[in-house]
């Protein structure tokens, strides 16, 4: 049986939303890998020092070390894993996460190299990230998509948008959450039935500056907090278009989620996702443009056809992300 150590944010238990430790750590235990994951302590730098201790720990049983990688101060995260992982000759494998790492690649370049360009190989979930990467000079790569496993994503057709619409994503500025509600404010004005719910963890002060938002112009908004994945993939029966704000993204996993149960999607057009949907399969828009995503989800609203359209392409879109599908690029690598 071959042995993984696999280092990330594993906070789920804390509240948080779950990451791929959680996912594919658990899905590549299924398959008959050890997988030691690392690590569920929330104070950053504490997780930090954890994961290291992981690795002293278990270094003489560890046939690969995977590494999800961020941008901001993840990246730190990885690249001082990578000098341990280096040290005691461990092949290490850094899973391309943070829709900024292009920036940290220009930004930084003799980190980069001595992180991506020494891994035994870097996992790029998006097209996106493949491409930055190759134009970088970096070769030690391979695509393997976000997965997702579709038989636990009930699809339901939608024929027809009512104004219900569904934000699932961590409330932090990065992400934008207050264009969501500037864009009900303009969508009640012209349907007062209009109304807005909001799942997702609070990271930061973006979440009092929503609440201030939505009281000071009483909008018909739900702040749900975090909230489990069956849960809130039942929840979502309930609305008609899902809405993703944010001002930088690598390939959101809850948007393939929202079109895995046949959610029309309207998203902003930043990092990956322009690389991820075409526009016959969800409504791209400029992000922080408040009109357009009002616009786009209007035009859901006034044409059943749109609607019916994205809810099935959507669906059988990221239905080759399934891990049935996806799982056999990963053995290719681990086993």
């Known amino acids: 049986m071959k042995t993984l150590l696999y280092l990330g944010n594993k906070l ?3 509240g948080n939303t779950p990451t791929s430790i959680e996912t594919l750590g658990n899905w590549l235990e299924n398959e008959s890998f050890k997988v030691i994951k690392a690590s569920s302590l929330q104070n950053q730098l504490l997780r930090l020092v954890d994961m290291w201790w992981y690795i002293l720990r278990f270094k003489s049983e560890i046939n690969y070390i995977l590494i999800d990688t961020y941008s901001t101060t993840g ?12 040290i005691f000759k461990l092949k290490y494998i ?3 996460r943070g829709g900024n790492l292009p920036d940290r690649l220009k930004n930084n370049p003799k980190l980069c190299q001595h992180l991506f360009g020494k891994a035994y ?13 190759q134009k970088a000079g970096f070769k030690n790569l391979k695509f393997i ?11 339901q057709l939608r024929k027809k948008a009512e104004p219900n619409l569904l934000y699932v994503r961590s409330f932090a500025h990065i992400y934008n959450p207050l264009l969501a509600l500037k864009v009900l404010k303009e969508i009640v004005q012209t349907y007062p039935k209009a109304n807005l719910s909001m799942i997702g963890p609070f990271k930061d002060d973006s979440i009092d ?8 112009n009483n909008l018909p908004v739900t702040f749900t907090g975090g909230m489990p994945k069956e849960d809130w993939l039942a929840y979502a029966k309930d609305f008609d278009i899902f809405i993703n704000t944010t001002n930088v993204d690598n390939t959101p996993v809850s948007v393939i989620e929202a079109m895995a149960l046949g959610l029309p999607v309207v998203t902003t057009n930043v990092g990956g996702i322009p690389y991820l949907l075409k526009e016959d399969e969800a409504l791209l828009v400029p992000p922080n443009n408040v009109m357009a995503m009002t616009n786009a989800i209007t035009e859901l609203l006034e044409s059943p056809a749109k ?8 669906r059988k879109k990221v239905e080759a992300f399934d891990w049935q599908t996806v799982k056999h690029q990963w053995l290719e690598i681990l086993q």
């Not at 990246?75 to 280096?86: D, E, H, M």
């Not at 500056?209 to 000071?216: L, T």
């Not at 609607?307 to 959507?314: C, D, Y």
Request: include cysteine; charge should be positive; proline fraction near 7%.
């Open 75 to 86: 990246f730190w995260f990885s690249y001082t894993s990578s000098v341990l992982s280096r």
């Open 145 to 155: 998509p976000n997965t997702i496993e579709i038989e636990k994503y009930p699809f």
């Open 12 to 14: 789920a238990t804390k």
């Open 209 to 216: 500056q929503c609440k201030a938002f939505a009281k000071a």
């Open 307 to 314: 609607v019916e359209e994205l809810s099935i392409k959507g």
């Open 121 to 133: 190989l870097n996992i790029a979930p998006s097209h996106y990230l493949l491409e930055a990467f």
């Open 94 to 96: 850094p899973i391309l």
